[in-house]
């Protein structure tokens, strides 16, 4: 059996690979400026040898400091023990045992060494996790599940490595994140279905889903008077913006349009692949039909995927919500506070988003499968 092998597209898949490559360079030429100085610090990992002094209570509950001795894995003083102290919190430190591997600062500002536990090592267990994930997802998966994995990184690569930098360079978040979306999908859908005109439809739906998501949530902002100003973590962001160029006010809804994507996609390529698979099945339907069809299978996903945006958001601010459901809120004080308003606000516009994007793929996917036939 002769393989054939396209020759075209590998090379125009290695260009635009190395133009990504170059723009992402250029993205990431500056320099952040420092907000925390961090002279004479290093984190290290380490591993405890020995507990020197515990405060332990009886009912299982540490408080005070602990004092242990560690030996220390990476760095100048790689290979050598040293004591540590690590401090009671909830945020900081590690309930050492000896064998126990951590994370430490070793402060060498002063004239005396100092080291201060900082966290539990938890390089292994973020790594095990990812790569069982990994592996499941390309065990069922097979070649897709290779693909939705390189689409899942590339993803990564976009908000991290292109996103974030322009976005603290001063360029619009909204902008970035409409900008960033699009172009994941186009990615993504690429990878998954190929670059057809079942992906093309599926593209088009997503990118305006997520569009409309930002619409409606800057309009519902608007009108119940809620700024990117108004979120919880306000103070560090205003510091930020201080030593930055970062525009704060648009990160509320910048999020807003990254969290519906993985909704709006989905939405996106399924109706595409059930129009498609449809007019393969019956060629002879005409668009409006293929259109109905593709609303019928809309309506059975709408309520699963609106679900799943708004448990997200649910899940993502649990401990705020059941602060306030415990201080018994009065409805108004409740109902107007800028924290529901801001979940409300999100779960809303997302769903919006997810809904609006049936019909727009529908209608884009009965257009191209019957002109194409």
């Known amino acids: 059996m002769k393989i054939t092998v396209n020759w075209k597209k590998i090379v125009i898949g290695i260009i635009i690979g190395i133009i990504f490559v170059a723009v992402l360079i250029r993205c990431n030429q500056f320099e952040k400026k420092q907000m925390v100085s961090t002279k004479g610090q290093t984190y290290e990992k380490a591993v405890v040898t020995q507990i020197t002094k515990d405060n332990l209570a009886e009912d299982g509950n540490r408080y005070g400091t602990q004092e242990v001795m560690v030996k220390i894995k990476t760095g100048?003083?790689?290979g050598k023990e040293m004591n540590a102290i690590n401090p009671d919190g909830t945020l900081f430190g590690a309930n050492c045992k000896i064998g126990t591997k951590v994370i430490v600062i070793v402060n060498t500002a002063d004239?005396?060494?100092?080291?201060t536990v900082y966290s539990q090592d938890r390089t292994m267990a973020i790594y095990g996790f990812a790569l069982i994930f990994a592996a499941v997802v390309c065990l069922i998966g097979g070649k897709k599940g290779v693909e939705a994995i390189a689409s899942l990184g590339f993803a990564f690569v976009c908000i991290v490595y292109l996103m974030f930098p322009l976005m603290y360079q001063g360029v619009s978040p909204i902008l970035m994140s409409i900008i960033v979306a699009a172009f994941t999908t186009v990615v993504t859908l690429g990878l998954l279905g190929g670059y057809t005109t079942k992906t093309l439809s599926?593209?088009?739906g997503t990118t305006c889903g997520v569009a409309i998501a930002a619409v409606a949530a800057i309009l519902f902002g608007k009108a119940a008077g809620i700024t990117g100003y108004n979120v919880s973590d306000i103070e560090t962001l205003n510091?930020?913006?201080?030593?930055?160029s970062i525009k704060i006010g648009q990160l509320l809804f910048a999020g807003i349009i990254i969290s519906a994507l993985g909704a709006?996609?989905?939405v996106g390529m399924s109706i595409a692949s059930t129009?498609?698979?449809?007019?393969?099945t019956d060629p002879a339907l005409p668009a409006s039909k293929l259109f109905m069809s593709g609303i019928r299978v809309g309506r059975d996903m709408m309520g699963t995927m609106t679900n799943t945006l708004i448990f997200a958001y649910v899940g993502g601010s649990l401990t705020t919500l059941i602060t306030n459901y415990a201080y018994d809120l009065s409805y108004r004080q409740l109902a107007n506070s800028y924290i529901i308003g801001i979940e409300i606000m999100q779960g809303l516009s997302g769903s919006l988003g997810v809904v609006l994007t049936v019909p727009i793929t529908a209608l884009f996917a009965a257009f191209f499968v019957t002109r194409k036939s």
């Not at 510091?239 to 930055?244: G, L, P």
């Not at 129009?275 to 393969?280: A, F, S, T, W, Y």
């Open 239 to 244: 510091y930020v913006a201080q030593n930055s």
């Open 111 to 115: 004239a005396n060494t100092s080291v």
């Open 264 to 266: 709006v996609m989905d």
């Open 275 to 280: 129009i498609q698979e449809i007019h393969e």
């Open 76 to 78: 100048t003083y790689s």
């Open 202 to 204: 599926a593209i088009i």
